[in-house]
């Protein structure tokens, strides 16, 4: 498949300054500030294929806004190479701005004071869009979303679920080729998540749009990606399958036994338990290579088990523990 | 034909800010002629205390005219773009400008001449029904069609200007100090306060020297006929080198400010 964009040797560099507290410190910083030097992106490396719905996560501070403001052509880089469709974004930027669109959730692309509406009639003449063309995506979007009466209204007067839904209508209102949604389901509620994740697989199949999402929400990535790239510290920490990262990053099982009478088990040490009850006995198992381990076996033998439960833990906990590597 | 279409559309998104707080707008346009008569009983009473009808040049009903010429020169001409870029800048939203397919410098400068024009065109009718009472129009003669060239000029030097200034918000973070420098400069500089003919001719001499006038003073002594044909067409000469040097200074700026954006807060 067609890359979309390809990242090389990414490296952004930040200067912050601080100071300490007090009138001393403050008067002190007006002669000489002291500074730091951040390394928010250390080179990393990555393709995007064309109609691929990607996860960029990371614990905050990571460097994920970083890759995508740099992607949007909004940062320029210290280092590296960025290739969007064949455009450097920070050095094409008005050609390149055609071809994408962009949701920050904490920083809205609609005017406060007037209703999405007029932003939307904005990027029609500003995009080139023909009138018949974007009355027609208009009413589709709007419709899809339920927003068909809130768009009308000033934005000050939505709701943050609302205000995002309309901020997705002005990413896509040009049908670009590639969309950065950053946050995009912050403040909606589970119905109207659904819906966005819905509208985002249908439009990625029907026209074949490359998404780039990040997220703290897990249940988007779940919903929407195929692929994930995690990153901490600036570096690339894992890039590949959502479903292949329970396999390579997989140390534990959880096991839930069940007793037909009172039982009372002595847990080996390398056996973390979760919850005890007479007849029920929750714990977590570690994994190693192919094989279960033999407690687990032993237990079924020895105990009088009526029923046994191996679940993998859940998807957070895995990336949490990534994060806390 | 499709820039057309494109400037015809930022002055409609931008109508919607002009009419989003109309309280606010009438209350606005409404202080204008206020200012005016405060300023024609101040002057009135100069000129019957000094006991002259004719100072530094003009007359009381010249003067007026002058102050009324002000207002509207500044309306028309004046930018609002190191308010707002500014602004956006600390609160990281330039993204939103950032990533639009258009000119950065192209869309600012669009935007603050339909703004100029709306709000004009707001403040005229009020202004010109005080004007018709206090000022007796025929007794002076207008160059019009030299004012309109001039202040044309005008707003394309104040845009370029405060647009150049403006940039510097990428480098400091808060601006708002040097805000209130840059206009309070240009208010005395530029004869907003008094008639530059006011202050003494080495100061008259030295602001022929820097940008200032070329914003305002010079369009209206056009207007009141103050300067010969030849004179008018060496001060718009004049204008003209200032746009093209602010100007070639904005397109730098922006270039060097864009590497310097770090789009906070996202």
């Known amino acids: ?325 | 034909m499709t820039f057309l279409r494109k400037v015809l559309g930022i002055g409609r998104w931008q109508y919607g800010f002009e009419v989003a707080y109309r309280f606010n707008r009438i209350v606005w346009a409404s202080s204008l002629p206020i200012i005016l008569l405060a300023t024609y009983f101040l002057w009135t009473s100069i000129y019957a205390y000094s006991g002259q009808t004719i100072i530094n040049g003009m007359t009381l009903n010249e003067l007026i005219v002058y102050y009324l010429a002000v207002q509207i020169t500044i309306m028309f001409s004046a930018s609002m773009v190191d308010a707002h870029i500014p602004r956006l800048v600390k609160k990281g939203l330039l993204i939103r400008y950032i990533v639009k397919p258009f000119n950065f410098v192209l869309f600012w400068f669009i935007r603050s001449v339909w703004r100029s024009l709306f709000r004009t065109f707001a403040v005229l009718l009020p202004l010109f029904a005080l004007a018709f009472v206090i000022i007796d129009f025929s007794s002076i003669t207008f160059n019009i069609p030299g004012y309109m060239l001039s202040v044309i000029l005008a707003l394309f030097l104040n845009f370029f200007y405060i647009f150049s200034v403006a940039m510097i918000c990428f480098w400091v973070k808060e601006y708002e100090g040097i805000r209130v420098i840059r206009r309070g400069v240009a208010n005395v500089f530029n004869g907003a306060i008094i008639p530059l003919t006011f202050f003494p001719l080495v100061f008259q001499k030295a602001f022929s020297y820097l940008p200032f006038q070329y914003m305002l003073y010079v369009p209206i002594q056009i207007l009141l006929g103050k300067y010969s044909y030849e004179q008018s067409i060496t001060m718009m000469l004049i204008q003209l080198m200032w746009i093209i040097v602010f100007a070639l200074i904005s397109i730098f700026a922006w270039k060097k400010a864009q590497a310097q954006f770090m789009g906070v807060g996202v």
Request: hydrophobic content about 40%; overall charge positive.
């Open chain 1, 1 to 325: 498949m067609e890359v979309a964009i390809s990242v090389r040797g990414l490296k952004k560099t930040y200067k912050t300054y601080s100071r300490g507290q007090g009138v001393k410190s403050a008067f002190v910083s007006l002669f000489k500030r002291e500074f730091k030097i951040n390394e928010a992106l250390k080179g990393i490396n990555f393709d995007i294929k064309k109609g691929e719905i990607i996860g960029l996560i990371g614990p905050n501070g990571a460097g994920k806004s970083t890759t995508i403001k740099v992607m949007c052509g909004i940062l320029h880089p210290t280092e590296g190479k960025v290739d969007a469709l064949g455009y450097t974004p920070w050095k094409q930027r008005v050609e390149y701005a055609m071809n994408f669109g962009v949701v920050f959730g904490q920083k809205s692309q609609l005017e406060w004071d007037l209703p999405p509406n007029d932003t939307y009639h904005l990027i029609k003449v500003l995009y080139d869009i023909p009138e018949k063309t974007f009355e027609r995506r208009l009413k589709q979007m709007v419709k899809l979303l339920q927003v068909d009466e809130q768009y009308l209204r000033p934005t000050r007067d939505l709701s943050l679920g609302e205000r995002m839904k309309c901020e997705v209508i002005a990413a896509l209102l040009h049908q670009p080729k590639i969309v950065f949604l950053d946050e995009p389901t912050i403040g909606m509620d589970v119905v109207a998540k659904k819906r966005l994740h819905g509208f985002i697989k249908k439009i990625n199949q029907e026209f074949g749009i490359t998404f780039i999402v990040t997220t703290h929400d897990m249940s988007d990535i779940e919903k929407l990606c195929e692929r994930i790239i995690i990153i901490n510290n600036g570096d690339i920490v894992y890039d590949g399958l959502l479903k292949e990262l329970s396999k390579t990053h997989l140390k534990k099982k959880l096991i839930e036994v069940k007793f037909s009478e009172k039982t009372r088990v002595r847990l080996p040490k390398r056996c973390l338990l979760i919850s005890r009850t007479p007849y029920v006995l929750k714990f977590e198992v570690p994994v190693k290579g192919d094989k279960m381990d033999k407690f687990v076996a032993d237990l079924i033998t020895d105990y009088p088990v009526v029923d046994i439960t191996i679940s993998d833990p859940d998807i957070e906990e895995i990336i949490r523990d990534i994060y806390e590597k």
